[in-house]
């Protein structure tokens, strides 16, 4: 019998805890064995640590390297945090999500949209990756109050993070098979910023030349991912943009609920679902966890176990396309638990 997989967890809040527990049900289906460690993030470290971030939990997350993540509530206009390090330095992030990601040094956060047939009406066969960048922009956090009229925001663009998260971009569409990657930029405006990411992605391009490499306006990118979205596969996009057109895309196919995505770094990754917390209908055993449970195959492909990654999402495709066990945010009325265990039957008939 091989090893138990090491997966550190942070459950979040909202409906957190309910998702990361399905999640972690579908995951056990396959017949693999997980070692889950919990590692405290957000209210509950504030509890135990007085910080929401401590470097403890950071620490335990590093060494760990795979992290199974619920949302995290972030009240509005307090969500900064300062993270102090064990040489002294400290820094400065914007919300709790950020300073997760980038104190675990995860640089890309690839969202798949993929249509699931007639909830996704006109998209249902739509299979498109949008590539978010995650350490700079807009999000940096170098956001300051100049008077009492005036505040502003530093729009961060680096040569070195456009050029990683272009590269990403490019390998896994060589990897996966993708045939265009579209950077998403504003370069006609922001031509110092995002001429600089636009022009490393035309860097990188030039050493893929199998992979077809265009570029789109931001707004005519929100324009025609709802009108003609199969014109795109991968879209590799700065921070902001990538965060918006994320959800636009959800949207898309159906809804926040399908959405998952993972968080990518040299020596780790996160893998959560694209939505937020929703706490309007946390507690009321109603949210609906697939898109963690596909954040969780992303995980499962991460780690080497493509056959357990591939039941587990055929298993959530049949169950979506069935109809009968779907969440009221899929037009359904079914309880997290009854989809979570119709998923987790579908998984273990096919293991
Ligand atoms: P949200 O994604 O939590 O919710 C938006 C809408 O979608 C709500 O109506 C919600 O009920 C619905 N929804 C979202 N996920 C759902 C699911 N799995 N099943 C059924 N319905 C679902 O966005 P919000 O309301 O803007 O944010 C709420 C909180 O979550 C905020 O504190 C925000 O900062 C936080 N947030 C966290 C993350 C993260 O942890 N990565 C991402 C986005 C927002």
């Known amino acids: 019998m091989s090893a138990p997989l090491r997966i550190a967890v942070v459950a979040g809040n909202g409906i957190g805890p309910e998702i990361t527990a399905a999640t972690q049900r579908v995951l056990e289906a396959t017949g693999l064995s997980f070692d889950w460690v919990p590692v405290a993030v957000g209210d509950e470290a504030v509890a135990l640590h007085g910080h929401p971030l401590p470097q403890e939990s950071v620490r335990r997350l590093h060494e760990i390297g795979v992290v199974l993540k619920g949302p995290l509530i972030v009240e509005k206009l307090k969500g900064r945090i300062i993270c102090r390090h064990a040489d002294g330095t400290e820094h400065v992030y914007p919300s709790l999500n950020n300073a997760l990601r980038r104190e675990l040094r995860l640089f ?3 969202r798949p949209l993929r249509g699931m047939g007639t909830l996704s009406s006109r998209w249902a066969d739509l299979d498109i990756v949008i590539m978010r960048e995650v350490t700079e922009d807009v999000y940096a956090g170098l956001e300051r109050t100049v008077d009492e009229d005036r505040s502003e925001a530093i729009k961060l663009t680096t040569r070195s993070a456009a050029l990683r998260v272009a590269r990403y971009s ?7 098979g993708r045939r265009r990657v579209t950077c998403a930029h504003k370069a006609n405006v922001l031509g110092l910023t995002d001429g600089l990411f636009l022009n490393c992605c035309r860097e990188v391009a030039a050493e893929f030349p199998d992979i077809v490499f265009d570029d789109c306006m931001i707004d005519a990118t929100a324009y025609a991912l709802v009108k003609t979205p199969q014109r795109f596969d991968v879209i590799v996009t700065s921070n902001q943009y990538g965060d918006i057109l994320s959800d636009l895309g959800a949207g898309l196919v159906g809804s926040l609920g399908l959405a998952p995505g993972a968080n990518i770094g040299e020596a780790g990754a996160m ?17 609906n966890p697939i ?8 995980l499962l492909r991460h780690v080497g176990a493509v056959r357990q990654a591939e039941i587990v999402e ?7 396309i069935d109809g009968k066990t779907l969440t009221p945010d899929l037009g359904g009325r079914a309880t997290t638990e009854a989809l979570t265990g119709e998923i987790c039957a579908r998984v273990r008939s096919t293991t």
């Not at 490019?170 to 996966?176: D, L, P, Q, S």
């Not at 898109?291 to 992303?298: E, K, T, V, W």
Request: charged fraction near 15%.
């Open 271 to 287: 893998f959560e679902a694209s939505h937020g917390a929703a706490p309007d209908i946390a507690g009321k055993g109603i949210a």
């Open 291 to 298: 898109a963690l449970i596909l954040s969780g195959a992303l």
């Open 314 to 320: 055929t298993a959530v495709r049949a169950t979506v």
């Open 108 to 110: 890309v956060n690839p």
């Open 170 to 176: 490019f390998e896994f569409a060589r990897k996966n």
